[in-house]
Structure formats: structure tokens, C-alpha cells
């Protein structure tokens, strides 16, 4: 715990307690007890911290959450505080009290909760951090479309393994199925069946999980329902002339005229592998084309280097950077990102007549062209960002050398498949060519840059070796035996 901070808790004061890498308290020098709780989201709730059984250090040290600052203000919630600690003070323990109600709130009352204070990361290498916002809303979201009208009414030290299995059948039936209208351009379709249901009970488990550990409850009745928590494994992936034909829809939607920014954004999840959301979201400062990485702040597992491939160095290189925005692909209006790739893909798509295929099977197919290619695991990990221990155990000793050309050799062939090109039919060049010598300089260059690019050689590395070679050409014969530039 953070040592005590003596300072009155104004308006002023907490207005200004900025979030941290932990959670924090600060304490009121005016009431003892009396506190301020910082989140690592930021939200900030005030608190009462006092000893059980009359007090002594060797007393159990209890909190008593008082409530939000915003729908409280700190001379609100002063008051409140004043009221427990004199409950205190007779020898009540308002929060042993707290969690025998708690014990007989309903379901709704305890997903309430779980938002206000249980929304965290519960395992992994992110474990106990908050939920990244996106996270939390789709989390909650499913828990009061789905919960909250089946079990809402149903109190928390009631429900078992039956009721969570009758729900599971329910959600897969279609009972919490809607379409409402909310507001102007604005609806909420709730949709059921295997897969919403598999999420939601997976989420049910998590609110019970913090339960237990708030002491709310002592078991958690999804555990030992008979339902299936995991969803399928997702093996859809994109043949290469899958991905010829959504290279040619993409093409076929820019000639057309329809943002620019949307497909480039296709094109890099089809050549880095990256998440919907981490090409999206993309900043220039994430970006580092002079050693062709991608250098990631927040992605799912946190930060994260991924190697490119010299194909997506040079679609980088050839975009834009619009003044006032860190974002490589920012939004037409505001401040943001751009977002309106979902209509566009959607034509992509179907232009190309592939059904039912998202960004994310994009994802695996640069992971099957890896593995057919015969990368190891570890490249294979170290490209897609992958982050179970045992992957994450090996990449700790793999170079971003030896990862880039990797991406090289497999995006590859992603690259001349998404541009039309086969890799398998690539054409020699003319035998005329090949017999008189090409004269034009500029129709060589051009002709290795496009043969570099197919291949996933970096052309920059090779004008570096050339200018080595024409420079030992031009010293002498003495240095014609001199090492290779490394």
C-alpha cells in the first residue's frame, strides 16, 4: 500500500490524481480513513479504510467502498464516511456487514459491481491490469443483453449449475435474440446462438470468479456446469489464389474510387498478419521502416515488435502522412483513427467470392504460409505477435534479423498473389533479353525492383552491396578479394 499522503481531499485534489501503472490511494489529512482510490483505468472511487474488532494493529484491516467520484463529490462522500467510521466507532464492521448483503444481492446488482470494480485481466502476462476499454464494453455489453433478462432476477447465492446450463440452451435458442431502435441512426441487435453463448458464460464465469474473490460468494456454478466454454478452432485460411482474387477486388474497389485508406489497410493485414485493430489503429511512431519493424505500444499482449516484410515496408513508404495526425491511417473527421473499413471489406469480399472470409483469417493465413513454408515455430510466433509462454520462452532469444527474413520468405508470397502475380508461374526474363544484355539502366532497375520485391529481398541491403562492389572495382585490383559487406 502507498504510503499515506497528507492532503484534504477537494475537488481540486482529485481532479488532478492522474492514473499509474498500479492502483494508488491518496488519504484525507482532515478525516482518518477517509480516501481517495486511483485505478489503473483512471476511475476514482472513495473509500474508508478502519480496524475490525474495536481497532489494534492486530485487528483485520477492512475497506468500505463509499462510491464514484462524479455522482459523488468529495464533500458527499466526506459525509457518508463520517457515518460508517462512527458505526465503527460503536463497534460495528460495516463492511462484514456489506458482504452479508452482497451475499444476497441479485445477478443484476452483482454485474453492476463487476463493472464498477471487477473488469480486470485475470490471467496471463496482463493478469490483473484493467480491461482495455474496448474489452470492457463488448464484456458488459454481452452481460446485460444476454445475464442480466435470463438470470438478472435470480439471486447470486442461488444460482447452480442447472440454471447455467438451461441459459447456455437458451442464449443457443435465441431467446435474448433483438433489434431495437435507440436513437437517430442507432440500434442494438442482439444476437444469440453456440457461439454468443460459449462468450457469455465464459464472462458469467469471470463476474463469479471476482465474486469469490470478494468474498460475495464461494463457488462459482460455471465451473461444474456441463457446458462448452471454448469456441471452435478457427482453421479458415487463404489459398493464394484466394488471395490473387481479393488482391484484384481490392484493386478493382481503388479504381473505383472508394478510400484509399481502407483498402491500404486491407492490403497490410494481408502482409503483416497484424490484428484488425493494430493496422487500424497504426501511428507512425509504432512504425520503423529503417529496420522494417513495426513496434508496437498496446496491442492485445501488450507491447509488441512484429518484422515486416519488404513488401509492407514499401506500401509504407508509399503512403502519406497527413499533417496534424500521428495516425497512418486517421479519420476523414476528428481526431481518431479511421474506421470505415467494414463496408468496404465487405465489398472486397464479395467481389472476390470469398464468403464468410474476415481480416482475422488473414491473420492465419500468414500463419499457414509460414508453416508450409517450413518457418519454425518461433519465426512463425515472432511474426504474428504471439504471446502463450512457451512461444513467448523462445522468441526472447530470436534476433529481429533472422524474424524479418522470415516475413520476407512468407509475405511473399503474399505479396505477388495479392498483386496478380503467382509465384509459382513468375516468368524468366525473355530469352532475346537474357541473350542481347539489357542496355537501359533504367529498365534493369525496374526490372530488379519488381524481382527483389516477389523474391522479399530488401533492395536497399542490395544497393548497399553494390556500391561496396563498385568501390572495390574502382580501388584496384588489389581489392577485388575483399569481404562481403555484412
Excluded at 43 to 70: C, D
Excluded at 131 to 159: D, I, Y
Excluded at 240 to 268: C, F, H, M, Q
Excluded at 393 to 416: E, F, G, L, M, W
Aim: proline share 4%; net charge positive.
Amino acid at each position: 500500500m502507498a504510503k499515506r499522503v497528507g492532503v484534504a481531499l477537494t475537488k481540486r485534489v482529485v481532479d488532478s490524481a492522474d492514473k499509474r501503472d498500479q492502483r494508488y490511494f491518496i488519504w484525507d489529512s482532515e478525516l482518518a480513513g477517509f480516501g481517495l482510490r486511483v485505478e489503473t483505468s483512471g476511475a476514482k472511487t472513495f473509500v474508508v479504510r478502519y480496524r475490525a474488532e474495536g481497532g489494534g494493529r492486530s485487528a483485520a484491516q477492512r475497506f468500505v467502498t463509499i462510491g464514484r467520484f462524479g455522482p459523488l463529490t468529495p464533500e458527499q462522500a466526506r459525509k457518508q464516511a463520517k457515518i460508517v467510521l462512527g458505526g465503527v466507532a460503536k463497534g460495528e464492521d460495516p463492511a462484514d456487514e456489506r458482504r452479508l448483503k452482497r451475499r444476497e444481492m441479485k445477478i443484476v446488482g452483482l454485474v453492476d459491481l463487476y463493472e464498477e470494480e471487477g473488469c480486470v485481466i485475470q490471467r496471463g502476462q496482463r493478469q490483473g491490469q484493467a480491461m482495455k476499454p474496448l474489452t470492457k464494453q463488448l464484456t458488459l455489453a454481452r452481460l446485460r443483453n444476454h445475464v442480466v433478462p435470463l438470470l438478472g432476477h435470480k439471486r447470486v447465492s442461488e444460482l447452480n449449475a442447472g440454471d447455467i446450463e438451461r441459459f447456455v440452451r437458451d442464449v443457443t435458442a435465441g431467446k435474448t435474440n433483438r433489434d431495437e431502435k435507440v436513437g437517430p441512426r442507432k440500434r442494438i441487435i442482439v444476437r444469440g446462438g453456440e457461439g454468443a453463448a460459449r462468450k457469455v458464460v465464459r464472462d458469467l464465469s469471470a463476474v463469479f470468479s471476482f465474486a469469490i474473490r470478494s468474498e460475495i460468494v464461494q463457488r462459482n456454478p460455471c465451473e461444474t456446469a456441463a457446458v462448452r466454454k471454448t469456441d471452435n478452432q478457427r482453421k479458415r485460411f487463404l489459398a493464394l489464389d484466394e488471395v490473387t482474387r481479393l488482391g484484384s477486388a481490392l484493386d478493382e474497389l481503388e479504381a473505383e474510387g472508394v478510400n484509399s485508406k481502407a483498402v491500404n489497410i486491407a492490403r497490410l493485414w494481408a502482409l503483416t498478419g497484424c490484428r484488425r485493430e493494430e493496422i487500424a489503429s497504426l501511428k507512425w511512431t509504432e512504425v520503423n521502416l529503417s529496420e522494417g519493424l513495426l513496434e508496437l505500444d498496446d496491442s492485445k499482449t501488450g507491447k509488441s515488435i512484429r518484422p515486416l516484410g519488404a513488401a509492407a515496408v514499401t506500401l509504407l513508404e508509399g503512403l502519406p502522412r497527413e499533417a496534424g495526425s500521428d495516425f497512418v491511417f486517421p479519420a476523414e473527421r476528428g481526431d481518431g483513427y479511421f474506421q470505415g473499413t467494414k463496408r468496404i471489406w465487405a465489398k472486397a469480399i464479395k467481389k472476390a467470392k470469398l464468403p464468410g472470409v474476415t481480416p482475422h483469417t488473414l491473420r492465419h493465413t500468414i500463419g499457414s504460409t509460414a508453416i508450409s513454408t517450413g518457418e519454425a515455430l518461433a519465426l512463425t510466433g515472432a511474426i504474428l505477435g504471439h504471446s502463450n509462454p512457451r512461444s513467448t520462452a523462445i522468441y526472447a532469444h530470436v534476433q529481429n534479423d533472422p524474424s524479418r527474413r522470415a516475413a520476407n520468405r512468407v509475405t511473399k508470397k503474399i505479396a505477388a498473389a495479392l498483386a496478380g502475380r503467382n509465384h509459382a508461374s513468375h516468368k524468366p526474363l525473355r530469352k532475346s533479353a537474357a541473350r542481347d544484355g539489357l542496355t537501359d539502366p533504367d529498365e534493369f532497375t525496374q526490372l530488379l525492383s519488381t524481382r527483389l520485391l516477389v523474391e522479399g529481398i530488401d533492395l536497399a541491403r542490395v544497393k548497399a552491396i553494390v556500391m561496396d562492389v563498385m568501390a572495390a572495382r574502382e580501388a584496384g585490383p588489389a581489392n577485388d578479394g575483399m569481404q562481403p559487406a555484412t
